[in-house]
């Protein structure tokens, strides 16, 4: 990546605080979500792939790597991409065009990361590159001066993730989720989560 190229991504990542360019409340998140879901739908029905409307192509694929590299499958449910957290991302970004600078140089920085290490973009390098770029960016107070603007970046895109993937049916699942559910009796915390907690019962 050449000196343009660099400048333009450390503008773009200068351009607005990227923690707050990417917090959602939880309405827009639902509404995302339903946004999301319609498009899905519809897209299965003409047997064509999701057609982003925000993300371009190499930036699509890209999300889609690094939302399951943050929540892969397992035995307990689906990875991030399973249940459509890209495409909540794209509806969510879309629709919000003061935080789209934000998630376009957060994407950028990482491909200009890895092309300074690897001479590759992030969905060409090797597992082992990619993990070591965001073990970097991945825990804020361990990072360098130098990495301050991934950091944020990727914590951010981390946390919006994890939005895009507990606010689903499968998600509240995964995290045995019980609101919204009558209790006739209120009988307290149960006696295994307090010990649990390591919170004595009084």
Known sequence: MNDIKRRTVLQMMTA???AAAMTWTAAEAQQAHQHAETATAAAVKTGAPYK???FNAHEW????MLVDIIIPRDERSGSATDVGVPEFMDFIMNDQHGRQTAMRGGLAWIDYECEKRFDKRFIDCTDAD???????????QRGA????QGIAFFNSFRDLTATGFWTTKVGMQDLHYMGNTFVPEWKGCPDEVLKKLGIADA
């Open 130 to 140: 990619r993990k070591a770029l965001l073990d970097d960016i991945a825990w804020p």
């Open 16 to 18: 607005a605080p990227v």
């Open 52 to 54: 982003p409307k925000f």
């Open 61 to 64: 694929a890209t999300v889609r």
């Open 145 to 148: 001066p130098e990495m301050s």
